[in-house]
């Protein structure tokens, strides 16, 4: 199994940017969609943010995030980034990496992935 290790999080401030990285521990995630999800404060749900298959293919963004952020791999490092620019308020959250094999159609749908990381905080605030 492929385990996903997120770091990069942080406080930072409206219009400030940060990188996220998810890098893959006990496998690599050749053949896999890795996805990022986000938890607001006080919600219960993991909002999709951005994903893609490993293997090939284009990314997927949720509109809140689109043009702003970008979800992009490094294959020789096995790891999985996400660029944020441009921050608001409303993306603080905990971010976490999900692994799954979902069809094109379900890449938003957190219960198709198998495997999470632990998150890392964001925080917008000034």
């Known amino acids: 199994q492929v385990l996903p290790v997120e770091s990069g999080g942080g406080l930072v401030q409206p219009g400030d940017s940060l990188r996220l990285s998810c890098a893959a521990s006990?496998?690599?995630?050749?053949?896999?969609?890795v996805g990022w999800f986000r938890q607001a404060p006080g919600t219960w749900n993991r909002e999709f943010v951005a994903?893609?298959?490993?293997?090939?293919?284009?990314?997927t963004y949720s509109d809140s995030v689109k043009g702003r952020f970008t979800i992009s791999k490094d294959n020789a490092k096995a790891t999985l980034y996400l660029q944020m620019t441009s921050l608001k308020p409303e993306d603080t959250a905990v971010y976490s990496c999900a692994v799954g094999r979902p069809i094109t159609s379900a890449m938003r749908d957190p219960e198709k992935y198998y495997y999470w990381g632990q998150g890392t905080q964001v925080t917008v605030s000034s």
């Open positions: 006990g496998d690599t995630f050749s053949g896999y969609t």
């Open positions: 994903g893609l298959w490993w293997n090939g293919g284009g990314p």
